[in-house]
């Protein structure tokens, strides 16, 4: 085993502007690292099956839970249990960079969420 990091994984953007690092996928663990520039957001959604943790590692993030949001800064976490409504948010100024840990790996686990369902 080689140890792995941003230069070595497998790298893909989404949302445009957002990046993302496979450091670990397999199908029942997955770790990623993101970038997400100033003003960008994911889709709200959430996962049937898969358990994940967000951990900040630099920059700050709006991490909302069920309809709550959680600032979270470098060196914050938070769990999203399955089936937990979740966006990640940034409404900083710079760059914020984050871990996602997901068991199972959440590919092909993942359905819209929307407020009003939260309700």
Known sequence: MNPVNT???R??????SCDGWHLLDV???SVIEERMP???????????RSRQFFRVLEGEATLE?????????????????PGAAHQMRNASTADVRFLV????????????ATLESLQ
């Open 101 to 112: 840990v997901s068991t199972p790996h959440s590919h092909g686990d993942r359905e819209p």
């Open 65 to 81: 839970l069920e309809g709550i949001a959680h600032l979270l800064r470098a060196g914050d976490g938070l769990h999203v249990p």
């Open 38 to 48: 100033p003003g960008t957001a994911e889709a709200r959604h959430r996962h049937l």
């Open 27 to 29: 199908p029942d663990l």
């Open 7 to 9: 230069a070595s994984a």
């Open 11 to 16: 790298h893909y953007i989404w949302g445009g």
